[in-house]
């Protein structure tokens, strides 16, 4: 369920002091006051959510994750649907207009801990991936080209950027798009938090055996799905030469491959 206006991700930051009033000009003052309840339930969230640190835990950062500007292949379709049975969940799900799509990664100074807004609201369900447990961290930039296609004299390519989160801790792969803004953060906190000054952050892939290496790794399957297509874009062009060598000149292949035929 997509909310084309979700203020989830506006209402973390404001809560948490990266944001002010200023900065959420945009949406608008009157709309603000008007979402007001979604403000509280996220309070809630997050107040819920500092009741489940351990003692002396302390929380560096916070980067809520949504179907809009994040990975959506987990939280729309059949992959977002949830059933919500508490009076709780039912309120979430009716002021936001979402199920699984508002994810919530949090840094602390011990782990890492990643949530399901709703399943953390109907069942106090979260993932936690303490840094001892991380072989290493992927932070990759990436980008894209595209057309603008609206414009006939700005048909030139343009890009679009992003960064890839990727590591596992124990049996767990943890995968996600951060924006630019949230990529530099990250890296930032990381770095500010002792505990994962000693684990290595880079472009690699990190796992802690060969299988996960091999079947988890997107990044991989990525590169052989390339090699794949140029392998196929290399057969067809063979093909192409090869007609038209026995159409115009009467030599090529097809006369051996019919022999074998």
Known sequence: ???RHNLFKSFTRFIAGKETANDLSHLQKKELF?????YIIV????????????QGETIAAYFPITNEENSSFTGTGLMGM???????GKAYRDQFNDLRGNRLLVLTDRRMIFLVILEFIE??????YPYDSLPGIQLEKQRAGFFNWQSVRQAASRQTEWYVLDFQSDNHIFHEILTVKEGALFLETARSIPALRDIVI????HRTNRFDYVFSNLKLAKQL??????GLVALFLFIVVMFILRLFFGIGMFDYLQQLI
Not at 82 to 88: E, G, R
Request: glycine residues 0%.
């Open 1 to 3: 369920m997509l909310n």
């Open 34 to 38: 008007q979402q007001t309840q979604q």
């Open 43 to 54: 309070r809630e969230v997050l107040d819920d959510l500092a009741d489940q640190l351990e």
């Open 82 to 88: 949830m059933y919500v049975k508490t009076d709780k």
């Open 123 to 128: 069942n106090r369900l979260y993932y936690s």
């Open 202 to 205: 880079n472009n690699e892939v």
């Open 225 to 230: 799905l390339q090699f794949a297509s140029w």
